[in-house]
């Protein structure tokens, strides 16, 4: 996900689908009340974005399922995310309505909220079966799986496969982390 941006005001969902739900310049995602505006991405949350999608798009050729990049709304519960990849098998109009795959790409700004409030609001989607999140300044991702009872297996080497069991597909950390520049950390 994008970093996010508060707008501080509690509003209700319906005034939340009325009036911000349907905005074309700025997508905002619904939480708890709080509308929250996304704000730009980096290069490296970009290019691991479109990796995850351009692989995932081509796996799924032939299959009923679509994928999705960063623009398709999920609800879930009573609030509303614009993951960054999600594969969805009965998509309609602009929202996903049975997702069974969210990508998240983790950023400092939406660390917490991905591995916390998401989580927990995903794994209440009956159709949602895996959830994974990828770091963007280091190599790692982690999955989480319906079938494992969300526990988190991590994903840490180049040569590490994902397997996506509820489409059939496969990722491997090199593909997602390809044309990635990671900046060395230094120590104060």
């Known amino acids: 996900m994008n970093a996010l941006t508060q707008n501080p005001s509690q509003i209700s969902e319906e005034d939340y689908l009325a009036r911000y739900a349907q905005e074309s310049d700025t997508r905002y995602e619904y939480i708890n009340g709080e509308i929250w505006a996304m704000a ?58 049975q997702p069974v795959l969210i990508i998240e790409v983790l950023s400092d700004s939406t660390r ?28 790692a991702a982690l999955a989480y799986r319906r079938s494992d009872g969300w526990k988190a297996t991590s994903y840490t080497q180049a040569s590490d496969t994902i397997s996506l069991a509820s489409i059939g597909c496969t990722l491997s950390l090199a593909e997602i982390y390809a044309r990635v520049e990671f900046e060395e950390k230094r120590a104060v």
């Open 112 to 139: 917490q909220t991905d591995l916390t409030l998401k989580l927990h609001d995903y794994r209440q989607i009956p159709s949602l079966q895996e959830y994974i999140v990828l770091e963007q300044d280091f190599m």
């Open 40 to 97: 730009g991405a980096s290069r490296n949350h970009n290019i691991i974005a479109g990796n995850v999608y351009a692989a995932l798009h081509s796996q799924l050729k032939n299959h009923p399922c679509q994928a999705f990049i960063s623009d398709w709304c999920v609800q879930a519960q009573h609030n509303y995310y614009y993951p960054d990849v999600v594969i969805d098998c009965q998509a309609q109009g602009n929202s996903a309505s």
